[in-house]
């Protein structure tokens, strides 16, 4: 049975803003972000509000929210479990995340 290799993260310690910022700067990043910050999805769970979004694009913006160090995409079995990064993005970047989920277009 194949398993799921775990992807890499950056420590919170690397995240610069401006990553995150550009991150959360797309409305479908920010949805899904706001999706997590009720608590972690399973990756197919994600972005499930868009049906049409084709899987490529799904994968992309997964892709730059944890490279940005905004969640964690983790193997649980033979599906991936995605997690806001909350306490990690609140201890570094204060009122940031409480901020642009407040905010509405």
């Known amino acids: ?9 950056p ?6 803003l401006t990553d995150v910022l550009f991150a959360l700067s797309d409305p479908a990043r920010l949805e899904i972000v706001r999706e997590l910050a009720d608590g972690p999805l399973g990756m197919a769970e994600c972005g499930a ?7 490529s ?3 992309h913006l997964m892709k730059v929210l944890r490279e940005a160090g905004i969640v964690r995409n983790e193997p649980d079995g033979r599906r991936r ?19 642009v989920l407040g ?3």
Do not use: Q, W
């Open 1 to 9: 049975m194949a398993t799921i290799a775990p992807l890499p993260h």
């Open 11 to 16: 420590a919170i310690e690397d995240v610069a």
């Open 49 to 55: 509000t868009n049906p049409d979004l084709p899987k």
């Open 57 to 59: 694009t799904k994968s």
């Open 81 to 99: 479990v995605v997690t806001l990064r909350r306490d990690e993005l609140d201890a570094a970047f204060p009122g940031l995340l409480d901020s």
């Open 103 to 105: 905010a509405r277009d």
